[in-house]
């Protein structure tokens, strides 16, 4: 029986040194103040630092006015993939998502973020004054 355990840890030890694993630059994004209608795409950028190709198989976000798109191919280890996220920037208020990344990575299903505040459209006014500024 001590033989069996013993070979259990060994195998356990060994798979987690053999496995894949993300590391994110930054893994929660914040927009900020944006303006209404206004650029929305952002970028979550990760390394595979294990030894292993990471495959991600889907991604799921926290709601329908946050559509992220996942790298068709495997991320080779000491590649960087990337994970791109739009927001419905058209809903004015603050915001705060979730976005779970589904691999085969060790830590298994990942949570990215996204957070800001989408104000109204700048007046006419506004516009005016800023153009004549520069």
């Not at 195998?11 to 209404?36: H, R």
């Not at 991320?75 to 603050?94: A, C, F, H, L």
């Amino acid at each position: 029986m001590k033989t069996f355990g013993t070979l259990l840890i060994v195998f356990f030890i060994s798979f987690s040194i053999n496995a894949q694993e993300f590391k994110f630059e930054e893994e929660t994004i914040n927009y900020g103040k944006i303006e209404k209608g206004s650029d929305k795409e952002r970028v979550f950028v990760f390394s595979n630092v294990g030894d292993e190709p990471i495959v991600i198989s889907r991604i799921q976000s926290s709601c329908g006015c946050t559509i992220p798109k996942k790298p068709e191919a495997p991320i080779m280890p000491g590649e960087k993939g990337e994970i791109k996220v739009s927001y419905d920037t058209n809903r004015i208020g603050g915001f705060s998502k979730s976005i779970t990344v589904f691999s085969n990575a060790k830590e298994g299903n990942k949570i990215i973020r996204i957070k800001g505040v989408v104000t109204k459209e700048l007046s006419l006014e506004k516009e005016k004054s800023i153009l004549t500024d520069i």
